[in-house]
């Protein structure tokens, strides 16, 4: 981590805007061993920067969002991720943004210190991780990491209708590094679906949200 990084510089932005179609409701209003799911990823992540939420117009205030330090809107809703780390980006007063998801609450507070220990280089404009599986190794859009830097190449991109986030990739100065063999597949579980959220709780030993 470079010198003048601390983990208190980093604001850390949870995306909880999307409308969950596939889930069947928005995910920010899930529960997670009795909790609100929100409640349950600000424990988990115990982040000592500043936190924020990022939700979307019709979305505000899900269950849980009181603990983070602020909630912001996207102003439009429908433009997918990329969108909601823009809104984060274009508020920004730290130097270093780190977002994450809703729909993965198998990261912690140890997997995403590792992914802000990777910038050691100024020239790098943000990060993703890379993880192998098995022969193959595929790129995880989410968590990401940003420099506030970013905010030009990101509003370019959404301007131009390229709404990937893993296409950042794509632009100068964005990197992967190879996440440690030692995070299970749990850190990587996306809550996509209603099956992907029971078998999840089912991980934990509770079959009801």
Known sequence: ??????????????????????????????RIQ??????YLIEQFHWPGPSWLVTAPGREHPPGWERFDREITDPVS??????????ALEQLDTPLLLVATVDMPGMGNENLTWLVSQITSKTAMGIMCSRRTGNETSVEPFPVLLRKEGLVGVRERLETGRL?????????GFI????????????WTNLNNLRDFKDYLSGLGRPEG
Do not use: C, F, Y
Not at 78 to 87: D, E, Q
Not at 164 to 171: A, E, M
Not at 178 to 187: A, I, K
């Open 1 to 30: 981590m470079e010198k003048s990084v601390s983990l208190s510089d980093v604001t850390l932005a949870i995306l909880a805007g999307g409308a969950g179609s596939r889930m069947g409701q928005p995910k920010g209003l899930l």
């Open 34 to 39: 009795g909790r609100p799911i929100l409640e």
């Open 78 to 87: 429908g433009s997918g991720p990329l969108r909601g780390v823009l809104t």
């Open 164 to 172: 990937s986030v893993h296409g950042l990739l794509s632009d100068p």
């Open 176 to 187: 992967t590094v190879t996440s440690p063999t030692d995070w299970n597949e749990r850190v």
